[in-house]
């Protein structure tokens, strides 16, 4: 049996990588490492799979984030609320802008934001929502998108782990991860669903104006040659990367559905395991499982990870500490118990390896060791 990764780029590059040698090795030989027309070409093939007007490149996730509340116009002192159970990137870009940060709650099930304790922390002084799609399922955005228009917010959709997941609106149209909100934001840091080879980031929006300023900030403000409209800043996304990206980009639909194969033999092996549960899957999203977490009950959870380091079956705690009690968030003055349900969720998380390349035999061989940790610990 192949080793048992959490993500499996090497797998993955023995599948695709004569395409993506020829890709890089197309971007060498034209030396257009900044700004190429692979830059261009992929924003375009990312506007048609996500179908949205604009993808606006950039350097990283991070970044995007960054970019999405520059273009915003928001002031020191404005409010953004977001949730307590994330990456920390999210809550970063808040702080470094001066802007005050929110926390809220998350949901048990899907992990995802609470409408219900974002509308309770909206104020006068609130701007913007930033719900993340974590794992690869949307957060619950028609109710957010209702106290958006009531309260006339701006939502920035930190779409980084659920490039390729759908929506479902009530009338029954669809509408991709990222797109929904005013602007979404994006990582391809090589783990993500659609990763590079490095660092790389992009966003979208439908917004003939938030486009063209997020253009013109990621390039120092500048619209027409050394002249400088925005204060911006120097996020690019580097042109072997959107080369890669190209070619990783057709083969998106394929990963995603593989991913979710695997999560739907996770979901059955773990069937009648009343120790464990498996990840909610919600109405009103399709899931794309950049991560499968699972739920311990118990307290064992510890103890089940390291069970299975000594099967060689490698997992991770995402995340192991809600962000309110993070050391540098220290100074909003949250308390101890001020968001029951993500810290619990800290406690008893646990995602298991998953990747479009997990072979029956690794799964069967991962799903035996996780039931006979509990067989045993009865
Ligand atoms: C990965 C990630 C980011 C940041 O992406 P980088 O490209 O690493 O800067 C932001 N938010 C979430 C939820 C992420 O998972």
Avoid: W
């Amino acid at each position: 049996m192949r080793e048992i990764q959490m993500v499996d780029l090497k797998a993955q590059y023995d599948k695709i990588g004569s395409e993506i040698d020829n890709a890089i090795k197309s971007v060498l030989v034209s030396t257009a490492f900044i700004k190429g027309p692979d830059i261009k070409q992929f924003e375009e093939e990312l506007q048609e799979y996500m179908s949205v007007k604009h993808v606006i490149s950039c350097a990283n996730g991070t970044d995007a984030l960054h970019l999405a509340m520059m273009v915003l116009g928001l002031k020191p002192g404005d409010e953004v609320i977001t949730t307590d159970f994330t990456f920390i990137a999210t809550v970063e870009v808040v702080a470094l802008l001066g802007l005050k940060l929110v926390i809220v709650d998350a949901e048990p099930g899907t992990f995802n934001i609470s409408p219900e304790a974002v509308r309770k922390a909206i104020t006068p002084k609130t701007k913007a929502i930033v719900p993340v799609h974590l794992f690869g399922q949307c957060a619950d955005m028609e109710s957010l998108i209702e106290l958006a228009e009531k309260h006339h917010l701006f939502i920035i959709e930190d779409a980084a782990q659920a490039t390729g997941a759908d929506y479902l609106f009530k009338n029954g149209t669809t509408k991709k991860a990222g797109t929904i909100g005013h602007i979404g934001t994006t990582s391809f840091f090589p783990s993500k669903n659609l990763g590079c080879y490095g660092d790389g980031g992009a966003l979208y929006t439908n917004d003939d104006t938030f486009a063209r300023k997020l253009r013109s900030i990621a390039n120092h403000g500048m619209k027409v040659r050394y002249h400088y409209d925005d204060i911006g800043v120097n996020s690019r996304l580097d042109t072997i990367q959107a080369a890669i990206l190209r070619v990783k980009l057709k083969h998106l639909s394929k990963f995603n559905e593989a991913r979710k194969a695997v999560a739907d033999r996770y979901d059955k092996a773990f069937e009648g395991c009343h120790s464990i549960s498996v990840p909610e899957r919600s109405v009103f999203s399709s899931h794309i499982f950049h991560q499968y977490t699972i739920k311990v009950k118990n307290g064992k959870r510890d103890d089940l990870k390291k069970f299975l380091e000594s099967k060689k079956i490698p997992s991770m705690v995402y995340y192991p500490g809600p962000i309110h009690l993070q050391k540098a968030y220290g100074y909003l003055g949250y308390k101890e118990n001020d968001f029951p349900v993500t810290t619990i969720l800290c406690k008893e998380v646990l995602s298991l390896p998953m990747h479009p390349e997990m072979d029956r035999e690794q799964l069967d061989y991962i799903t035996l060791n996780v039931l006979e940790f509990f067989d045993k610990s009865l």
